[in-house]
């Protein structure tokens, strides 16, 4: 893994990759309702990396959904540069996630049988512009581990390669669900170092939901949830190392 040094941030004025405006989400069953997100508006910017803080049932993950294409507001807009995507087609959808996102979930979803470089070149066999799986893999620190099947990798390192597998297409935005949430204190430091340094290396915004508060210091911006609502947007004074965060 790469070394760097902790940074005070000066983040410059940089285009909008994502806007929200008035974001709603209100899922029904039955007679009950239920509101997801309560008018929320947020914007994240080129080479951002932006942590979302909140607890269970705050509307991290469905905000987090939406802007990654794979849910749709009630209510309200949301746009990806130019583009807006609550006017887009499933199938335009569909080509957005492909081309401009890389999805991170708390859990791998590695095919058991492929080796880590096989899982990695699913993605870039159908990207437009990818890495080499072997160059993906190496960003994360896992060049001497590529031929090992996931069953032969720890925990951290089976993150570490869906981390690569979501970077090897050259994504504008990384959108990262819990991705320490299933991991250790060591472990899980060793996932946040590749993810800043994706983030600092190749410029890629970046979104990343946890529980944990002590992670929001390797961030540019702070976002907090509570309710379906943002009660907090601030950017960071100070970002620090992953190793020096506090678990």
């Not at 991170?104 to 080499?132: C, G, K």
């Amino acid at each position: 893994m790469r070394q760097g040094i902790a940074e005070t941030v000066s983040v410059p004025v940089r285009k909008q990759v994502f806007r929200a405006q008035g974001i709603t989400r209100v899922y029904r069953t039955g007679t009950v309702e239920v509101r997801a997100l309560r008018g929320v508006d947020l914007a994240l910017n080129e080479h951002e990396m932006v942590v979302l803080l909140g607890a269970s049932g705050s509307g991290k993950s469905t905000l987090l959904n939406i802007l990654g294409g794979l849910d749709l507001p009630t209510e309200g807009r949301v746009f990806f540069r130019d583009r807006e995507l609550t006017r887009a087609s499933d199938a335009q959808l569909t080509a957005f996630r492909r081309d401009h996102v890389g999805f991170v979930f708390q859990f791998y979803n590695l095919v058991p049988s492929l080796t880590a470089r096989e899982n990695v070149a699913l993605v870039t066999e159908i990207a437009r512009n990818p890495m080499t799986p072997e160059e993906a893999l190496d960003r994360v620190g896992l060049a001497p581990r590529m031929d090992h099947f996931p069953a032969e990798l720890s925990g951290g390192e089976q993150q570490r390669v869906a981390i690569a597998r979501a970077i090897a297409k050259r994504p504008d935005v990384l959108l990262c669900d819990e991705p320490t949430g299933a991991l250790d204190s060591k472990t899980g430091i060793q996932v946040l170092e590749a993810l800043y340094e994706v983030n600092r290396d190749l410029g890629t915004a970046t979104v990343l939901i946890t529980h944990n508060a002590g992670i929001q210091r390797i961030a540019h911006r702070v976002v907090v949830l509570a309710d379906g609502q943002i009660t907090r947007d601030e950017v960071n004074a100070t970002r620090v190392l992953p190793s020096e965060v506090s678990w």
